[in-house]
């Protein structure tokens, strides 16, 4: 081949080249970047997650724009108007409020169903829609701190679960590196299991602790059908199914990931001894006779057994009232089937003995 084809073929392949050796350097970049702040650094499970949450009783979230476009302080920033203020009236008014709340910004992700100034209200599950900034201190006023309904929005009910995962990105890259992934992975689990219509998830800022990411938190039904925010910490991908089958659908607390819950603090929650277990242990070494976790379906969170009939009837009717006609709870209900059934082998076994003393008797 000629010198001056070479050279010319050269300079066309060039920015080809170059293309590469771009795309390269980014995957190299990404795969730094990874095991520096994703789920393979070395500080995972080093500390133990229960007792993170401080204790709280109500957890608002402002719904606002998507959280590739959050600053690092979005509640301060003077280029988002509507946090702001929604920061600076809570701030002001935090002393009127007899209720501990936090206030979190999260994604208005449509397929949510939820838009910008929407606010939502956990555990009350109750959605209002078209908080302006004009109208925030008189939402605080009516609906906060006077416990009214808010007079100047849409008011709507939350239903089914929701799933809140820090991907706050601009605030902590551990979070910006975890959190899509793990949205990407629930939204996937979900898709497979037919649940699109029954659990929602979407990002939010931050919640404290993004030394914990993938830092994920679950609104959803405990056993005695009342919504429950359980923090999770140090979520991985492969961890996503156990949050789906296990505490969104039978109320079982994942105990190596649990930082702690929206209500009691930890201290005050019954077997919380259990949960100081050092992450990744084998929880059956330390309760042999159970490998349930402390607040699986045999005592259930807050101390509720689920196993009962009664508090299955209020699971069941909860969900009824939700509108749900997923069987999420069968598990339970096959529990509950076979105390019944056991209950009438054991009448029966009694009849027959005393039948038997009947007899030698006469």
């Given amino acids: 081949m000629p010198f001056a084809h070479i050279i010319g073929a050269t300079f066309c392949y060039a920015p080809i080249l170059s293309r590469n050796r771009r795309r390269f350097g980014l995957m ?47 509640e301060a920033s003077d280029a988002d108007p509507l946090p702001k203020r929604f920061a600076g ?43 302006e900034e004009s109208t925030v201190e008189g939402f605080f006023d009516d609906v906060i701190v006077s416990g009214k309904e808010w007079s100047g929005g849409e008011q709507g009910l939350l239903r089914g679960s929701h799933i809140f995962v820090c991907a706050h990105g601009s605030r902590d890259v551990r979070c910006g590196v975890c959190g899509p992934v793990l949205m990407e992975k629930l939204n996937e689990e979900i898709q497979l299991r037919g649940l699109k219509d029954e659990i929602s998830v979407v990002a939010c800022s931050h919640v404290g602790g993004h030394k914990y990411a ?101 699971t069941a009717e909860a969900y009824k009232k939700q509108g749900s006609n997923t069987s999420w709870y069968w598990p339970i209900l096959q529990k509950r089937d076979i105390l019944t059934a056991g209950g009438i082998l054991g009448a029966l076994a009694a009849v027959a003995v005393a039948y038997r003393v009947y007899k030698r008797s006469g």
């Fill in 214 to 314: 993938g830092n994920v938190i679950i609104f959803c039904p405990g056993p005695d059908g009342k919504i429950i925010g359980q923090w999770y910490g140090y979520v991985t991908p492969d961890d996503v199914p156990a949050l789906l089958d296990r505490q969104i659908a039978k109320g079982e607390v994942i105990q190596k990931l649990w930082r702690g819950q929206m209500g009691q603090p930890v201290a005050e929650i019954k077997g919380v001894d259990d949960y100081k277990l050092a992450n990744g242990d084998d929880n059956s070494k330390a309760n042999p006779s159970n490998n349930e976790n402390v607040a699986g379906c045999c005592q259930g969170v807050n101390g509720i057994s689920c196993c009962r009939s009664e508090g299955i009837d209020k």
């Fill in 89 to 131: 009236v809570w701030k002001a008014r935090k002393n009127d409020v007899a209720v501990k709340t936090k206030i979190t910004v999260c994604e208005a992700r449509e397929e949510a169903g939820f838009s910008d100034g929407d606010v939502l209200i956990f555990p009350d599950m109750i959605k209002y829609r078209g908080l």
């Fill in 28 to 74: 190299a970049s990404a795969a730094v970047d990874h095991a520096k702040h994703g789920f393979s650094r070395p500080e995972m499970y080093k500390e133990s997650l229960a007792g993170t949450v401080d204790a709280y009783e109500r957890h608002l979230f402002l719904c606002y724009k998507s959280h590739h476009a959050w600053p690092p302080r979005v």
